[in-house]
């Protein structure tokens, strides 16, 4: 990962509602962000197709812009071909360049290893990378590489009036951060990477994780040891 991280804009630009359903046998968050009358889907998890008649239930006529994934593990992804077959094919499906050529191995894996069957999101619609945007309401999200749990992982920074927020997938828990022992982990780079989001984020950044509850940026640069051993990284 490059020593000099991209930047972010920290101007708050519009209003974003967050829901959360956790779901799938290890309990993964699928987060749905609603602004300006339309929505996108971040980490897709497992019974997508349930998770679109839920959000249609609660929100009807609101459309889905877009189904983004973290990582390219299977349970971030599996529920993407669910939701496709109810919201058309042509609903835009967007990963990083790097996981999109991980995540059929990644689920073959997960089979097994742990017995669990997801289906096969298919190809991505549009590869992400660092520095790009995806814009929905009156809002945009900002993407980060973040490398370290997969190779491929991003984080999706959002500058909005309602607060600063980012879906931070796999890479941070509160306290920790995810696996590095699976394909594509990597000790090192999370520890960059962790540095990175602590160098460019503000302190009262809403973090939502892939599994479990929600941290801030401030509170994890103060309590967590592998954060604040990262960041080390961008303050010399």
């Not at 998770?51 to 390219?72: E, K, S």
């Not at 790009?132 to 991003?154: C, M």
């Not at 994780?209 to 040891?225: D, M, V, Y």
Request: hydrophobic share 40%; with cysteine.
């Amino acid at each position: 990962m490059d020593d000099q991280p991209a930047s972010l804009d920290l101007t708050p630009v519009g209003s974003m509602q967050i829901e959360c359903i956790e779901n799938g046998p290890i309990q993964t968050n699928t987060y749905f962000a609603l602004s300006g009358g339309e929505a996108v889907v971040i980490d897709p998890a497992w019974d997508g197709a349930e998770l679109a008649r839920q959000f249609a239930l609660r929100h009807p006529g609101v459309p889905i812009r877009a189904l983004i994934c973290t990582h390219g593990h299977a349970d971030h992804v599996g529920g993407v071909a669910g939701m496709r077959r109810v919201l058309g094919a042509d609903t835009p499906y967007l990963i990083s360049r790097t996981d999109a050529a991980f995540v059929s191995a990644a689920i073959q894996h997960m089979k097994e290893n742990w017995g669990y069957e997801t289906e096969d999101p298919g190809e991505p619609t549009r590869l992400l990378g660092e520095g790009d945007e995806i814009a929905f309401g009156d809002v945009r999200l900002q993407v980060l590489n973040v490398p370290g749990h997969t190779a491929g992982g991003i984080v999706l920074f959002c500058a909005a009036t309602t607060g600063n927020v980012a879906f931070v997938g796999d890479t941070l828990f509160p306290g920790g951060h995810g696996r590095t022992d699976l394909e594509g982990g990597s000790d090192a780079e999370i520890m960059r990477s962790l540095g990175k989001m602590a160098h460019l984020m503000p302190d009262d950044t809403l973090c939502l994780i892939g599994h479990g509850p929600t941290t801030t940026i401030g509170q994890e640069r103060a309590e967590n040891l592998f954060m604040i051993r990262g960041l080390r990284h961008f303050e010399r």
